[in-house]
C-alpha cells in the first residue's frame, strides 16, 4: 500500500499529479472507497458527510474552491462506512477493499476514525493490502496513519484513553498549519506541539502533502511545511 497523506485534501497540481503517478492511470479510470468515518465525531459531521459527498462545497465550512474528494473525477466511487463493518460478514467488504484503486479517508477526530478502524477489522487488514493500492488521507485521515497524535488533537477520547493511533508511519503530523480560520494553528503553537512528540513531526498546510513508498518519505509542497526533530 502506497500512502498520500494529506492536509487539506487534493488542493493543487503537485498533489493531483502525485495522486495520478501513485495510481499509475488517470484518475478517470479508477475505482475509490470513500471513508467518511471521522467526521461523525464533529457536532456537524452528518450534514458535512452527506455534503461531500454530494459535491456541495460551495459555502462554508469549506475554503473557497474546495473540491471533496469524492468529486475529482473517479471511474467509480463506493461508501465504507467503518461502524457498519463489525455487524457484516467480513467476506462482503474485504474482497472490495482489497480490489479498489484508492481508499479515501476523511478528516473529522482521528482517534474516533482509529477507534471504528481497530474495531471494523480495516486496521489489521492495511498491512496486508496489494502494494499498488493507494491510501488518501485528509487530516485526521492522515494524522490517524502515525503513532500518536498529542493531546492538543484529542477530543473524542476512546474508552482505554491516550492519543494513541495506527503508527503506520513513524512520524507525527500537525495538520491545516496557518489556516486561517484556525487561529491555535500558528507555526509558534505548531513547534510547541511538535517539541513534546515522541518521533519527528511534519508541520504541514493545506498546499502539502507527504507521500510514502515502501517507507520512503516524500514531501509534495506549493505552500509551507517544516520537518521538527525534538
Not at 81 to 96: C, F, G, H, M, Y
Not at 105 to 113: F, K
Not at 122 to 141: I, Q
Amino acid at each position: 500500500m502506497k500512502l498520500l497523506l494529506t492536509s487539506g485534501g487534493i488542493t493543487n497540481d503537485s498533489i493531483r499529479n502525485a495522486l495520478v503517478d501513485l495510481l499509475g492511470k488517470p484518475i478517470a479510470e479508477s475505482s475509490v472507497l470513500y471513508i467518511p468515518t471521522a467526521l461523525h465525531a464533529n457536532p456537524n459531521g452528518p450534514t458535512m458527510i452527506a455534503r461531500l459527498i454530494s459535491g456541495d462545497t460551495n459555502s462554508a465550512p469549506f475554503p473557497d474552491g474546495y473540491v471533496s474528494l469524492c468529486h475529482l473525477g473517479w471511474k467509480s466511487l463506493g461508501v465504507l462506512e467503518l461502524t457498519a463493518l463489525p455487524s457484516i460478514d467480513k467476506e462482503r467488504w474485504v474482497s472490495r477493499v482489497r480490489e479498489t484503486d484508492a481508499l479515501l479517508v476523511e478528516g473529522g477526530d482521528p482517534l474516533y476514525l482509529c477507534y471504528w478502524m481497530r474495531q471494523s477489522g480495516l486496521a489489521d487488514l492495511l498491512p496486508e493490502l496489494p502494494r499498488e493500492l493507494v491510501y488518501v488521507g485528509l487530516s485526521a485521515g492522515s494524522m490517524v496513519m502515525t503513532p500518536s497524535i498529542g493531546e492538543d488533537f484529542v477530543g473524542w477520547r476512546p474508552p482505554t484513553g491516550g492519543d494513541t493511533t495506527l503508527g503506520l508511519v513513524d512520524f507525527a503530523i500537525f495538520p491545516h498549519l496557518d489556516y486561517p480560520s484556525m487561529p491555535d494553528n500558528s507555526m509558534a503553537n505548531a513547534l510547541k506541539w511538535a517539541a513534546s512528540m515522541p518521533v519527528p513531526s511534519y508541520l504541514m498546510d493545506d498546499q502539502t502533502a507527504i507521500q510514502v513508498i515502501d517507507g520512503k518519505v516524500k514531501v509534495i509542497s506549493e505552500g509551507q511545511w517544516k520537518r521538527f526533530t525534538a
